[in-house]
């Protein structure tokens, strides 16, 4: 019985209970229905092996959608016990679980997959090519992600979820203070998620250096990939970084090292370092490819070219090398002395120059355009007004002096969501319901889409505008509760509400949805909002090939000068066209994984050393592999390509 | 666009209501220190109200101005590619805004790492103030005497708080007397503060650090000297002293009331500067800090806990 003693959790509650029925009713219901309805061998031949970026950026799309939800259960509940003070609904060791896992599935397991996927669907496409450079691979990144989310997500049935906060400062996430494996899983999950991440970023930087259309040079890309590139360029200079402060964090926890404990040597502020030195730039790579998003909709929904296009691609590189001289911002209060905070603040500020110069930017491609406000216009236009204040919050913040009084407030809780929020999760949804008819091949419904923008757009208001009143009257983050006697409830009960709000806008979005797929007219064109770039230039459903040919271009907006100024984008004949074989093996290789973080998380040796003969072994096996593709035949593209032109 | 000025316009005028009967504490200053920061805070908030307001009026006069509803049909946006002279302004302004900024930060900087402005002629209060789970331990090396979570302070005079902490890292704050800073194990970090007006103030440790964060609370009290004086009097004469088995009492994690001593931990405990450092911080300012000023200003007190 000893052996099984760990895997409870340390603090059950009902509700926990309730979810691991739930959550087992689940996947017997899952395994049921794909057996009665016999779709094993087509979830296996379609989306398990596949390598084709367009279904991983759908499976990715899934995975955030579901963990959308997840966190935002997590919100819900941590709102609901501040909306009232002295509150009982969750006692402190919960919440502190519930924040904990808030952040990181908000952040990695939501707004990355979220970006991956709209990343996955869109760039090679945008830029005229078959594939990415290295399918399986991205195959691969995938299905790490998805594991180490999987393995995250079941912390809190097995063993407890991690309880240090999402940035799990030592020694407080030490084994002195964290006794539960939950820190294990933190390290190890976000560990197995993170080389996926890595591999994808080496992925899309070569996919977009070496794979563009003939004729699209760097300063013809358009304005997402150019984002895409940025973010991809910052992931693989500042993941290694969280790589080695995980294992470093896990040989603490595990081996009985001390590179954060507070005796022997160890520094306990190394790791705020090395944690921010990663997670400043993370947030640029969220960031700026909502950017990039938003970008493509505001010029194709003003009509317009988008303005100031140089400008664009250089504040973004600039923010990108701002983005890694910054990170002691993040702890001005640990008292580096006035010169540090000093030069720190000013780079912090620094960089809202650039960032000023996309806002402007974006408002003069309204200029004189024709703006029509369609769902996705709808979330940029509210985005610029949102984020404009989350921004100027940010340049208070850098203050240093200043950030004495924001530091651990619910005036800084205010601040980071009001820019993750209008900025990443507002671009997310738009970018989802842009690119909704090429992926699915049907449109959402505008109606519904608009209700749950201006809804979400309200609950966020009043969720979060409170939280910088009362920061400033002395709320601190991170507390389960509060007094009666401080003044706080109104406020937090206002938060609350807002966040009640936030909650019905998601759920119409998923009515929309489900309404959209049984009620949308599935007779659209490839081009149903009238957009510039080369996605919209191949049909829908794209095919598996993507372009029969490969487009030849000249302008930055090749698709729109072709619709308008008969520039021709596809010149050559039919081809062979060579496209890259399903595998197996990452998914394989992705499970695991599981099994080699969840030994690893338990400290269960045996399997641990199996596991990792498993990985290795797999990866020597595809290194003797042959697998040179295959060909679609001329005949076959032509049968496609009359298909789908009928289809229209 | 009208819902949302109206939204807005509502949200503003609850939250005024809400906490219009008492001044947020961070802009009711009761300090030096806190009054530089909420001037920063203020002028911030009016400089980046502007910049609000110039976004939103260019947002509401591009969608007013060029909504396609309000256009002929076949009008074709002209293709744009940007104007070296609004591409300048749009750099510029931000520019000079931000350089102002930054040389509002780096003066504020500067004065609230130093002994607070206007109280240079005396020596400051050096307290000691340590945080164990979940409580606030405060030891008065130059009157002998230590506290466990609350703080009775002078007024008029400059205090020098020396942070560190037996467990994880949190942070010691008294939002009406000035911004916080990090107490860690393996380091002492120096707050500088002062209290212009008697008083009492509310006292936390703001950085999350486990189960009992939410209740790491302490009072502060201001009082004049003579008054401050009285009270070291009276403590001396009534409180047990601390022992060193007691000190590790108090150090169980859990939370406590108030308690009293006389002597202090220091003796027997040192804090982690020097020598009883976790490790050696090379040239970091907090750290050296400590130990100059400890020479200049009490010297008794210094060369006693160096032999122990």
Redesign the interface.
């Known amino acids: 019985m000893d052996f099984f003693d760990r895997f409870a959790i340390p603090h059950p509650s009902p509700a926990i209970y309730a979810s691991m029925v739930a959550i087992g009713l689940t996947m017997i219901a899952v395994l049921a229905g794909l057996t009665y309805f016999k779709k094993w061998g087509y979830l296996w031949r379609e989306w398990l092996t596949t390598v084709d970026h367009k279904r991983i950026g759908i499976m990715y799309l899934i995975s955030a959608l579901l963990m959308l939800f997840r966190g935002g259960v997590d919100a819900i509940m941590l709102r609901a016990q501040l909306a009232t003070p002295d509150a009982k609904l969750l006692d ?2 919960h919440y ?1 679980e519930i924040f904990s896992t808030h952040g990181v599935v908000m952040i990695l397991f939501m707004a990355m997959p979220f970006i991956m996927a709209l990343m996955n669907f869109v760039v090679p496409l945008q830029i005229g090519a078959r594939d990415v450079a290295f399918p399986r691979l991205n195959a691969l990144s995938f299905w790490l992600f998805f594991m180490g989310a999987m393995l995250f997500n079941i912390s809190f049935v097995i063993g407890g979820s991690p ?3 999402w940035t799990s ?1 030592f ?2 996430a030490g084994n002195e ?1 964290s006794e539960s494996v939950g820190t294990n899983y933190y390290m190890i999950a976000i560990q197995i998620a993170g080389i996926g991440t890595l591999m994808t970023g080496i992925n899309f930087m070569t996919t977009i250096l070496k794979m563009r259309a003939p004729g699209m040079t760097l300063m013809k890309m358009p304005m997402f990939t150019w984002s895409s590139l940025v973010a991809n360029v910052i992931i693989v200079f500042a993941f290694p970084v969280l790589t080695v402060a995980l294992a470093m964090g896990t040989m603490d926890r595990l081996f009985g090292t001390n590179f954060f404990t ?2 022997n ?5 190394l790791w705020a370092n090395l944690f921010w030195v990663w997670g400043h730039p993370e947030v640029y790579i969220l960031i700026l490819p909502a950017f990039g998003i938003y970008s493509e909709i505001i010029s194709t929904f ?4 988008l ?5 664009m691609v250089f504040s973004m590189v600039i923010i990108a090398g701002y983005s890694f001289l910054v990170w002691a911002h993040h ?1 001005f ?7 540090t ?2 030069i720190f ?2 780079t912090t ?2 960089i ?2 650039p960032t ?2 996309k ?3 974006w ?2 491609t ?8 369609t769902t996705p216009m709808l979330y940029a ?1 509210l985005f ?2 949102l984020f ?2 989350g921004g ?2 940010g ?2 913040l ?8 924001y ?3 619910m005036f800084l809780v205010a601040h980071f969501h009001n820019v993750i929020i209008p900025g990443v999760v507002f671009a997310m949804l738009a970018g989802l319901t842009y690119y909704w008819p090429k992926m699915f091949g049907f449109m959402l419904n505008e109606k519904l889409g608009k209700w749950a923008a ?1 809804l979400l ?2 609950g966020f ?2 969720a979060f ?2 939280m910088y ?1 009362t920061g ?3 709320q ?7 007094s009666e006697s401080t ?1 706080y409830g ?2 937090n009960m ?1 938060s609350f509400i807002g966040a009640l709000i936030m909650a019905v806008g998601f759920a119409v979005i998923v009515y929309n949805i489900y309404y959209s797929i049984r009620y949308a007219s599935r007779d659209i064109s490839a081009d149903p909002w009238d957009a510039r770039t080369l996605e919209w230039a191949t049909h829908t459903p794209v095919p598996e090939y993507n372009f029969a040919v490969v487009p030849q271009v000249n302008s930055i907006e090749a698709y729109w000068d072709s619709k308008k100024k008969g520039q021709v984008l596809f010149k050559d004949k039919y081809e062979k066209i060579h496209m890259p074989n399903s595998s197996g093996v990452p998914f394989i290789m992705g499970c695991i994984f599981f099994a080699w973080g969840f030994s690893f998380v338990f400290g269960l040796w045996v399997p641990l050393i199996l596991t990792t003969i498993g990985i290795f072994v797999c990866m020597a096996l595809r290194s003797f592999e042959k697998d040179h593709g295959h060909y679609i035949s001329v005949e076959e593209v032509e049968e496609t390509e009359t298909k789908l032109r009928g289809a229209k | 666009m009208k819902l949302k000025w109206a939204l807005i316009t509502v949200l503003f005028t609850i939250a005024t209501v809400l906490t219009g009967c008492e001044p947020l504490m961070v802009l009711d200053p009761k300090g030096p220190q806190a009054q530089t920061q909420a001037d920063d805070i203020m002028l911030s908030i009016w400089i980046m109200l502007f910049i609000v307001l110039v976004v939103f009026a260019l947002l509401v006069f591009m969608l007013v101005k060029y909504r396609a509803s309000k256009q002929s049909k076949d009008y074709e946006p002209p293709h744009i590619e940007g104007s070296a002279l609004v591409e300048a302004l749009c750099i510029g302004i931000p520019i000079l805004i931000v350089a102002f900024l930054s040389f509002m930060s780096v003066k504020s900087n500067y004065e609230v790492e130093a002994t607070p402005k206007g109280y240079e002629d005396k020596e400051p209060l050096i307290v000691y103030a340590s945080s164990s789970n979940w409580k606030w331990h405060f030891s008065y090396p130059e009157q002998d005497i230590e506290t466990v979570n609350y703080l009775y302070i002078p007024t008029d005079r400059a205090l020098e708080f020396k942070l560190y902490s037996y467990g994880p890292i949190t942070s010691f704050w008294i939002p009406q007397l000035g911004g916080q800073k990090y107490a860690m194990a393996d380091m002492v970090t120096t707050l500088h503060l002062a209290a212009d007006v008697p008083g009492e103030y509310f006292g936390r440790n703001a950085n999350f650090s486990g189960k009992g964060t939410a209740e790491n609370v302490f009072d502060v009290k201001a009082m004049p000297q003579a008054e401050f004086d009285e009270w070291v009097e009276e403590v001396k004469s009534t409180a047990k002293p601390l022992t060193e088995e007691k000190f590790d009492d108090l150090l169980e994690p859990g939370h406590l009331g108030k308690s009293t001593y006389t002597g202090t931990h220091l003796e027997f405990n040192p804090p982690p500067s020097g020598e009883n450092g976790g490790h050696d911080h090379g040239s970091n300012e907090s750290e050296e800090h400590p130990n100059d000023e400890h020479t200049e200003h009490d010297s008794h007190e210094h060369s006693e806990h160096k032999n122990h």
Request: proline share 4%.
């Open positions: 402190a060791q502190n309880d240090a906060g400062y020694p407080l203070f507070t005796d040597g160890g520094m306990d502020m003003a009509r317009r070219n303005y100031g296009y140089k400008s702890f209060t640990m008292g580096q002395g006035a010169l905070n000093s603040s000013i500020m620094a809202a120059v000023g110069v806002i402007f930017n408002l003069f309204l200029w004189k355009g024709k703006i029509e406000i236009i610029i007004p404009t204040i100027v919050t340049v208070m850098a203050m240093s002096a200043a950030d004495y009084q530091h651990n407030t201006w757009s309200i208001l009043l505008m409170p009143i400033l009257d002395g601190a983050r991170r507390m389960y509760t509060y003044g109104p406020l206002v």
